[in-house]
């Protein structure tokens, strides 16, 4: 008697389970019909952006102060815009532009060679070639450039004969007025400021290539010179060339203080001419200006392909040029236009055919209910409660399969 009941109580436990899975599919799984009603809803919803409007008051206002800006440039009358064309490519400032460029181009090859042999020697093991290099770092990066431009041009004062020999012994002396002109003060000035930060910018890109490369290089048997010229440098350059191209602008505005070592620069020539033409101050700011920002465009162009140059190693794909980028831009926009007009045209044939296939879909729908409701219609055993099983399973994960979808 016992053993019956425990039968009868199993058995009872079993049917509730099969009625519990049902319950849970039920509540959990929508109709058919709501999934495809739901479905096309979802698809015909416009995607709407999200929205910024900080953002676009912001835009706002930076554009309402540059217009301002950009009418008083037209309206003010002591901007000068006459005189600005009459100086703009007179002789003087090209005098002037034409030994910026010498000065400049001429420190930023010395300072880029000494600085990647400052960098070795900071990199060395001998503690007296990193001593040195330190110590020179910390001098330069310390004084002013204004002021080692000063002490060199007085350098005649404290030194006036230079020379090399033995230590406190004979000596090959020259004046140093022969030796060092303007020109070459002005250069070894802005030389020796500019070493100490090319440097610095040379041993952080030495630094973040991956010592996995300095490992193969040696691996390889090559000799430590090579490995630095053929494996180490090329990598460093991605880092050095973007730091380094900064410098080089900084180095071009920093040659206006060469104005100060009577030398005649853009800047210096601005200032005379200032001085002559008082009623042309202004004027010549500005031609200044114009020619400061032609230059320092240059430059930036001058890194873009650089940069790009030195990236083939490193990427699938270079960079797009901007000229390949405005056409690529005039290509999606005349694609753009045609595929606006053909998804116009194929808008009427497919609402029609969804319209029929919704309704095919429908019918379907209908049909395998009816089935169903036929086929159910006996007694549960083993193979409905399986049945229920994998279909909460589904419910479960979300998934829907045409098994589940025979269990109501």
């Known amino acids: 008697m016992t053993e019956i009941t425990e039968v009868s109580r199993r058995d009872a436990t079993s049917v509730d389970g099969v009625g519990d899975v049902h319950d849970v599919r039920r509540a959990s799984r929508p109709d058919d019909v709501t999934i495809d009603a739901a479905g096309r809803a979802a698809l015909d919803r416009p995607v709407v952006p999200l929205r910024h409007p900080l953002r676009w008051i912001a835009a706002a ?18 901007w000068g815009w006459p005189a600005v064309g009459k100086w703009l490519f007179s002789p003087a400032i090209l005098t002037g532009l034409q030994l910026t460029l ?3 181009a001429l420190s930023a090859v ?9 960098a070795i020697a900071r990199l060395s093991r001998n503690p007296v070639l990193s001593g040195l290099a330190w110590g020179y770092v910390w001098l330069f990066r310390s004084v002013p450039l204004i002021l080692v431009l000063v002490f060199l041009y007085n350098l005649g004062s404290l030194y006036p004969t230079i020379g090399v020999g033995i230590p406190f012994g004979p000596q090959l002396e020259v004046p140093t007025a022969n030796v060092l ?15 100490a930060y090319a440097s610095e910018i040379v041993r952080a890109g030495v630094l973040a290539v991956d010592h996995g490369q300095h490992e193969a290089a040696q691996a390889l048997g090559l000799p430590r010179r090579r490995q630095f010229v053929r494996v180490i440098l090329p990598q460093a350059l991605r880092s050095i060339v973007p730091a380094f191209v900064n410098q080089v602008v900084g180095l071009l505005k920093a040659s206006s ?24 101050i202004i004027p010549l700011l500005v031609v200044a200006t114009i020619w400061y920002l ?11 392909y ?18 390949q980028r405005v056409r690529a831009a005039v290509r999606r926009g005349a694609s753009g236009g045609a595929g606006g007009a053909s998804v116009g045209a194929s808008v009427g044939p497919r609402g029609a055919s969804g319209g029929e296939s919704g309704g095919a879909r429908g019918a379907s729908v209908g049909a395998s209910r009816r089935s169903r409701g ?12 399986d049945q229920a099983a994998a279909a909460a399973r589904s419910v479960a994960s979300g998934t829907s399969t045409s098994n589940d979808r025979g269990i109501s």
């Open 61 to 78: 206002l930076v554009l309402v102060v540059l217009l301002n800006f950009v009418e008083t440039l037209f309206t003010n009358e002591q």
């Open 102 to 104: 010498v000065a400049t």
């Open 110 to 118: 010395i300072s880029f060679t000494g600085g990647i042999v400052i």
């Open 181 to 195: 002109g303007d020109l070459a003060i002005g250069v070894i000035g802005l030389s020796l400021s500019e070493i």
């Open 257 to 280: 203080l060469l104005f100060y070592v009577s030398l005649l620069d853009l800047f210096g020539v601005v200032q005379n001419l200032s001085s002559t033409y008082p009623t042309d």
């Open 294 to 304: 032609a230059l320092t465009s240059a430059v930036s162009v001058v890194q873009y």
């Open 306 to 323: 650089v940069e790009r140059w030195t990236a083939r190693g490193s990427v699938r794909s270079l960079p797009p040029t901007p000229l």
């Open 374 to 385: 036929a086929s159910q219609g006996g007694p549960g055993g083993a193979g409905r409660l």
